[in-house]
């Protein structure tokens, strides 16, 4: 029995992770959900957006399972998807973005893995007006070699674990010396330690237009957060969207599993968001848990109903007149 905590979120989050839980539980996976409570959901219920619960939650279970959480824009609230992985030193998000069969896209053979640093760069939270006036307003980047270090050994060491022949670090230390600078300098230290790896280098910029032009050429990519945050949608893009990519964030005693996507407030409500990426993000945190053959059984099913194209959301199908309910239960039935 694995105990994991269980944030539904906000938004489509409920209806997508009640078919993640179902398809699961139907693996035959022993899992005791926790269910707490973030982001807008909580606000609503608790008055903050992260309640001492839900921490607690996680300090014992060291594992979540995450929707999507609202982050409203201009209100003041920090962004809890951050100060979560902040919290819990998350400090690798690793999202992986292949082809589907059945799922027709631009290119064929896109398999890249995004492994984008979490806790620092232009996400530190260091963020404020320099005037009264509010008319001057400041980020401040925190890249460490410590930081950088820990994130550039972990893409190294999953292109090597996961049979990967490539990593790219994609930056932009030609204009930002000191932050990218430090981060493409400790790349190239550490590159040399995996002579069976081949090490490429892009500016962030290049990058995104090689992506679009020929994603093969890709296959692990290593930056910092924003880039990560920003290069992972446009993966998703490539393969048939973001109702797609799973997401991992991982520490290095605590994860959190959740879709790259947001909350999808265009279409709350209307049975329509694809639990595809949630679903995927529960093969992703059961594989780390060790449960391989229900990851497996689980991917088996998805990819079929996927293939098939029948029972599937209508971003992947637009004829479709199937649900996010339909699609859960076509996942169910095709793992018996
Ligand atoms: P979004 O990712 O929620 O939606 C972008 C587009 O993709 C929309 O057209 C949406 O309908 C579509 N989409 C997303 N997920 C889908 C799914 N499962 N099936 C079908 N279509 C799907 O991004 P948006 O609209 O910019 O952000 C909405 C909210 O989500 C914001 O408050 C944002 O801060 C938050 N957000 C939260 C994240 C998290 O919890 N990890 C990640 C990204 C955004
Ligand atoms: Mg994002």
Known sequence: MHAVTLIKGDGIGPSIMDEAVKVIDASGVKIQWEEAYAGLAAFEQFGT????????????????????????????????????RQKYDLYANVRPAKNWPGVQTRFDNVDIV????????L???????????KDIAESLAVVTRAG???IIEYAFKYARDNNRKKVTVCHKANILKYTQGLFLDVAREI????PDIQFDEKIIDAACMHMVMDPTQFDVIVC????????????????????????ANIGTDAALFEAVHG???????????????VIMAGVMMLH?????????????????????GKFVTPDLNPQSKCGTVEMGNAIVAAMK
């Open 123 to 133: 996400y530190a939270g260091l963020e404020h007006y320099l005037t009264p006036k």
């Open 114 to 121: 995004i492994v984008r640093e979490n806790t620092e760069g």
């Open 263 to 277: 909350s999808a407030p265009d279409i709350t409500g209307k049975n329509l968001a694809n639990p595809t990426a």
């Open 191 to 194: 590159a040399p330690k995996y």
């Open 49 to 84: 957006p992260l309640p001492d619960e839900t921490m607690a939650s996680i300090d014992k279970t060291r594992l979540a399972f995450k929707g999507p959480l609202t982050t409203v824009v201009g209100t003041g609230f920090r962004s809890i998807n951050v100060a979560l």
């Open 224 to 247: 910092t957060n924003m880039f990560g945050d920003i290069l992972s949608d446009l993966t998703a893009g490539l393969v048939g969207g973001l109702g797609l990519i799973p997401g």
């Open 148 to 150: 950088s270090e820990r």
């Open 288 to 308: 780390h848990l060790g449960e391989h053959d229900a990851a497996d059984k689980i991917q088996t099913a998805v990819e079929k109903v996927v293939k098939e």
